[in-house]
């Protein structure tokens, strides 16, 4: 976009571009809130546990394979 176009500063003769510094911006927002999801949800509970506790979520009746398998399917869609 037009608005995107041109420096959004420069320091010590190199401009540092509006279109680089949206894209950190939504970078660290993204980041921002898996982990926010991450630490308070339900959903983000069951993943954290199957990472470190696999046998006891799996007693618990979650499908560890199958969490495991959403997360990277999920982290590639992201990652696209």
Do not use: K, N
Not at 35 to 50: D, H, I, M, N, P
Not at 58 to 74: I, K, M, Q, Y
């Amino acid at each position: 976009p037009a608005w995107l176009d041109g420096p959004l500063f420069t320091f010590g003769g190199a401009a540092f571009s509006r279109y680089r510094g949206f894209a950190m911006l939504m970078s660290a927002a993204m980041l921002l809130l898996i982990f926010v999801a991450l630490r308070v949800s339900q959903t983000g509970l069951v993943v954290r546990a199957a990472l470190t506790h696999a046998a006891a979520v799996e007693a618990l009746g979650h499908d560890v394979p199958r969490v495991r398998t959403l997360v990277f399917a999920l982290g590639t869609a992201l990652a696209a």
